[in-house]
């Protein structure tokens, strides 16, 4: 059974979009008016790695108990893991959006990994192939 849909809460609908979709080469796979349980307005908003993997619904914070658990959604642990297939580009799409880079690149049997933390401050790991050698003072 494939996993579908994990939730992130965030902040911001359109920033979260476009942090996913310009930064990560996410599509928006759905942006649908929706209505809360109480019935006020919201988005149903799914973003998905370009070959459609599992997707992540992007739930704008309602409430003071959602909005204090952006960010630490994972207690401060890595709690995604992205693998991409062009490591440099997406570190430096990372870096030129304003990511921190949490732990410096390096390399494992598994492939290139270092971990970043998003503009919401969840801890990713990006993981790329192991297709080079390492080298001296890469960040």
Known sequence: MPLDLVTLIVDDY?????????????????????????GRAKRWVVVRPADGGTGIVLARADGAEQEAAIGHQFASRVGVFLRVPDFDATLHRLTTSGCDIVRPTRHEPYGRVCVFRDPWGNQWDLLGPADRAPSTGEV
């Open 14 to 38: 359109d920033r979260a979009i476009d942090f996913f979709v310009s930064t990560l080469n996410f599509v928006l796979s759905e942006d649908s008016p929706a209505t809360t349980t109480d």
